[in-house]
């Protein structure tokens, strides 16, 4: 049975609440049928993600924060590569950090890494693009 992909479900894995609070602003500028599922660490985007696949809606997106305690969004990148029912669902590393090795690490596990901007009108842009990532994502899964 194939699973289903909700068109705008993006799957936010981050610590900080005041990064969440700004996502979701960003995101509003669209027709409110995006839905943000949070996860404050990886260990609970793993479980948002099998909860999805259980109910046959699996996000659209992943964005993980690198730096989280308990699973951090590395080891929850390794663990959805490996996954056969997540690891065709593009992730984002979405971090302050700028490190040469996080880029080659994000790389390696065919992930995008975008450093988290410091102007609100700059995340207004990256919500745009990954709403269009969202859509790409599913036209290749239909």
Same mark, same amino acid.
């Given at each position: 049975m194939a699973l289903a992909v909700h068109k705008h479900t993006i799957l936010y894995?981050?610590?900080?609440?005041?990064? %969440?609070?700004? !996502? =979701? $602003?960003?995101?509003?500028?669209? *027709?409110g049928s995006t839905q943000i599922l949070h996860a404050g660490n990886g260990f609970e985007a793993l479980e948002l993600l099998n909860k999805s696949r259980t109910d046959h809606e699996l996000p659209c997106l992943i964005i993980l924060d690198i730096n989280?305690?308990?699973?951090?969004?590395?080891?929850? %990148?390794?663990? !959805? =590569? $490996?996954?056969?029912?997540?690891? *065709?669902?593009?992730?984002?590393?979405?971090?302050?950090?700028?490190?040469?090795?996080d880029k080659a690490f994000a790389?390696?596990?065919?992930?995008?890494?975008?450093?988290?901007?410091?102007?609100?009108?700059?995340l207004e842009k990256l919500a745009?693009?990954?709403?269009?990532?969202?859509?790409?994502?599913?036209?290749e899964r239909a």
């Amino acid at each position: 049975m194939a699973l289903a992909v909700h068109k705008h479900t993006i799957l936010y894995a981050e610590d900080d609440l005041d990064d %969440l609070f700004m !996502i =979701r $602003q960003a995101f509003e500028q669209f *027709d409110g049928s995006t839905q943000i599922l949070h996860a404050g660490n990886g260990f609970e985007a793993l479980e948002l993600l099998n909860k999805s696949r259980t109910d046959h809606e699996l996000p659209c997106l992943i964005i993980l924060d690198i730096n989280m305690p308990g699973m951090n969004g590395r080891e929850a %990148l390794i663990r !959805i =590569r $490996q996954s056969e029912d997540f690891k *065709d669902i593009p992730v984002i590393l979405f971090t302050t950090s700028s490190s040469e090795l996080d880029k080659a690490f994000a790389k390696k596990w065919s992930a995008e890494f975008i450093t988290k901007p410091l102007v609100f009108s700059e995340l207004e842009k990256l919500a745009k693009s990954f709403i269009t990532l969202c859509t790409s994502s599913v036209s290749e899964r239909a």
